[in-house]
């Protein structure tokens, strides 16, 4: 058994690397909180794609398989959010870009640290120890 395969491991590899794109979009908005017209962007919630699993590409084992859908990915679902605007179009609201930047950081330290626990409890049955 690999190790790597498991559905734990996947979801959170798909989460960090969810992340990690969050990240970029939101630093591009507080680069952005005084450039006239930037409106602020997201990402979809993490959840609404893993709601979307159905879309995921099956193997086709057998020619009497059905072929399945797209994968769904992580780079395309970005949401503008409206919000107020300043008088020069910008609607960055800097305070609120800082705090998801902060809940994402946090939700990173805490995937790597369930990640990093599993991998732990994977090498203890092994007989690694940690």
Known sequence: MDWRNTDLFDLADR????????QQVLASN???ANT???????????????????????AQTTAGHLPGGRSPTLMSPLVARPR????DGNA?????????VADTENAHELVSA?????????????????
């Open 15 to 22: 989460r960090l690397a969810w992340l990690d794109r969050r």
């Open 92 to 100: 960055v609201p800097l305070d609120d870009e800082l705090g998801r």
């Open 36 to 58: 006239p017209g930037w409106r602020s962007k997201d990402l979809r919630p993490f959840a609404t794609l893993l709601t979307g699993a159905h879309d995921v590409a099956m």
């Open 84 to 87: 107020e605007t300043a008088p």
């Open 30 to 32: 507080v680069a952005n």
């Open 114 to 130: 369930l990640y990093h626990t599993y991998l732990g409890l994977y090498r203890t049955a092994l007989g690694r120890g940690s």
